[in-house]
């Protein structure tokens, strides 16, 4: 009988502390997925999504005709440096965690409101992979445009990873409290406030990298083998809205760290396999990750994921006028003609640097 109460008492406490955790979680709400409390503790959210953002961004730029998208990776890419080389007014559209589906609905968006000229795209493998959920919150009037709905159950919130974000918007707001647009440029490009601290000087360069790049380990976002077809769809049709309109589109892979390209466990052939099926069905893209000095350099990245402005401006340069701004940060423009040698050079590349690091 004692067992049986303990049982019900431990099971009861469980429940409790359970439905807490998620009354917590919808009030500091640190994704701003309902948007219903509005506290000091919960003014600025930890996580920051771009998204709302940037939409925001685009009305109040209605005469920018040139717009970079991209993940977390593509933050700072600078709008000034394509601006300087194409004459079209650009904005940095790029938000965290971005999935190919996402950035469709702002390009179709854009396209149908407004006379877009050109259009930049970074590739990132999880963007397109199965298994990929983002976490972010698309705008109301974007949802509200195109008539869909985003909902979420309250069951979301039934989750220790939110609970221990929200543990960090309060953090946050008690220790940083910062309004986003403090943390980009006039024109959507974020402020890498750390890694440009840390360029003042070459000693202080050289212990971020050693910290933040090479000794962190890498990691992969995406969950299963296999790409997703509807997200290559998406990427179809945002070319097909291209061609039917005259906007000139650009796309580029991201470009990874080589520690990223051959950890264990890695995907990297996933990455190849995209490549193949974007150049082959949609257009030819430049690639960034041949396994040369922007892959294995590791001053070429802000951490173990991301790339910093300085690749970021090389890459947009060479994009745009064909000449990249750091000569060994070169990339190559894969068509189906060329693909399938790359590739074959690449997986050499790889072969013959695992030998040499190990």
Known sequence: MKYKTFSILLLGITLVLFISMGVFNYIIDPYGYNNRFHLRINTEKAIQDERIYKFKLLETYPHADSFLFSSSRGLNLSPSVVTSLSGHTTINCAFSSASADEYYLYIKYL??????KQIIIGIDLF???????????LPEPLLSYFHLNDNRSLTTYLNYDIFKKSIKTIQHNKHHPKPMEQR????????????R????????????????????????????????QERLNKLSEIKQLCDEKGVKL?????????????????????????????????QPVWDYNGITAINTDPYAYEDEFHYNYRTGDSILSEILTGKAMIKNYSGIYITPENITPYLQHVDQKIA????TAH
């Open 184 to 195: 980009y440029t006039r024109y959507g490009q974020v402020i890498p406030g750390n890694y």
């Open 197 to 228: 601290n840390a360029m003042k000087d070459q000693n202080s360069l050289t212990k971020y990298i050693q910290v933040n790049v090479i000794e962190k380990p890498p990691r992969w976002n995406t969950r299963f083998n296999t790409l997703t």
């Open 111 to 116: 396209i149908q409101t407004r006379e877009v």
């Open 127 to 137: 963007a397109y992979a199965d298994g990929f959920v983002s976490d972010g919150t």
């Open 250 to 282: 650009y796309l580029f892979t991201s470009p990874l760290y080589i520690k990223q390209i051959t950890m264990k466990q890695n995907k990297f052939f996933l990455q190849k396999r995209l490549l193949h099926y974007i150049v082959h069905n949609i």
């Open 352 to 355: 013959e640097y695992l030998k």
